[in-house]
T-cell receptor
Framework: NAGVTQTPKFQVLKTGQSMTLQCAQD?????MSWYRQDPGMGLRLIHYSVGAGITDQGEVPNGYNVSRSTTEDFPLRLLSAAPSQTSVYFC???????????FGDGTRLSIL | EDQVTQSPEALRLQEGESSSLNCSYT??????LFWYRQDPGKGPEFLFT???AGEEKEKERLKATLTKKESFLHITAPKPEDSATYLC??????????????FGTGTLLAVQP
């Protein structure tokens, strides 16, 4: 029972590089979200999706893109990495609007 | 501005010493309040959902309660394995982000044997 799977677990990038953080869930959940977690701050919503083909911006969307072509996958793209994007990124999914979110174990990203 | 505040930031307890963690919120409308546990290097793990004032939920040594302005996570006779960061999150009523949660910064709990 995998739940929410995030890859890679760790990544180091140089400023200006691009990359995609992968997120997959096997619970057939419609709702998926991306958060970043920084020291001293709560988890902040980057982008979210309420179903395949539907995405919207969260609290801190700048510098990130998402797409949702299938129910299972919700990748997060960094277009041109900046040091301010150094963080731990969590993907979450939920079975419905009022259901609790289930989180992956995160991707730890460092931008040099 | 919608805000969630958790206190204390850190709490050290002796094994068996009961205590409570606080989550206070000021939001335009509450759709639900969630408690999560987060272990180092892991993602948050869901514990409880509370929807209305007066509601209580229990799981092993943990009990969560909700009032109109705050929630408490009571830990009875804690064990070292209860050591973790406990996160509180509020889902807002209405608005465009129907699945949007606002998280507090967490309480780091350490239970010493």
């Amino acid at each position: 029972n995998a739940g929410v799977t995030q890859t890679p677990k760790f990544q180091v990038l140089k400023t200006g590089q691009s990359m995609t953080l992968q997120c997959a869930q096997d619970m057939n959940h419609e709702y998926m979200s991306w958060y970043r977690q920084d020291p001293g701050m709560g988890l902040r919503l980057i982008h979210y999706s309420v179903g395949a083909g539907i995405t919207d911006q969260g609290e801190v969307p700048n510098g990130y893109n998402v797409s949702r072509s299938t129910t299972e996958d919700f990748p997060l793209r960094l277009l041109s990495a900046a040091p301010s994007q150094t963080s731990v990124y969590f993907c979450a999914s939920a079975g419905g609007e009022s259901q609790p979110q289930h989180f992956g174990d995160g991707t730890r990203l460092s931008i040099l | 501005e919608d805000q969630v505040t958790q206190s204390p930031e850190a709490l050290r307890l002796q094994e068996g010493e009961s205590s409570s963690l606080n989550c206070s919120y000021t939001v335009s409308g509450l759709r639900g309040l969630f408690w999560y546990r987060q272990d180092p290097g892991k993602g948050p793990e869901f514990l409880f959902t509370l929807y209305s004032a007066g509601e209580e939920k229990e799981k092993e040594r943990l009990k969560a309660t909700l009032t109109k302005k705050e929630s408490f996570l009571h830990i009875t006779a804690p064990k070292p394995e209860d050591s973790a960061t406990y996160l509180c999150a509020v889902r807002l009523l209405g608005g465009g982000a129907t699945n949007k949660l606002i998280f507090g910064t967490g309480t780091l709990l350490a239970v010493q044997p």
